[in-house]
């Protein structure tokens, strides 16, 4: 199987796709109507439908373009905050990653201390992922890589999109090194 967020791809929220290989079989969500072969009652969302659609398509046409982009948005941030926050350790591989997906630890910082102070600047970020918001447990992801239950608790998640620019990479790591500065 495999699920799809729209507004992951800049169709509209609440917009969604799931994949089911033939031969897997699922148990009703909704008892109700059939027009979703009797696996979900409700109105089918058209409009979200047709966005997702048309994101889908506007993203396949502009795959290559967008990911250097946004890799090389990933990879200032990633060189500026190694330059300018030498106690940060970057979680994972330096290339093999996401094209937009950068995380850090900050040794001796609470990643929820950290993101409030962010969140009041206006920067959205995570210390986890999205799934496990609202869990105060390290990532279980970032203990399989080795990292220390205070490592993963000091991480924060940062993701750029096609509208990021390198100011905002830079206003990011500024409100980084202030936030340190306060918490530390």
Known sequence: ??????????????????YVKNGIKLNKL?????QERDKRAGTE????????GKACEI????????????????????NLVETRIPEAVLNGSRKLRVS??????????????LLLKLDQKGICASS????????NNPSHVLKAIGLSDDMAKSALRVSFGEENTKEDVDY????IESAIRELS
């Open 45 to 52: 969302n058209v409009p979200g439908m047709v966005g997702l």
């Open 30 to 34: 909704i008892d109700g109507g059939h």
């Open 172 to 175: 990011l790591v500024d409100s």
């Open 59 to 78: 993203a396949k046409n502009n795959l290559n373009e967008s990911m250097k982009y946004l890799k090389s948005l990933r990879d200032y941030y990633i």
């Open 1 to 18: 199987m495999l699920s799809l967020s729209g507004h992951k791809l800049y169709a509209p929220k609440g917009i969604g796709a799931l």
């Open 100 to 113: 937009g997906n950068s995380n850090f630890s900050f040794k001796g910082i609470d990643g929820a201390s």
């Open 128 to 135: 986890g992922s999205a799934c496990s918001s609202g869990d």
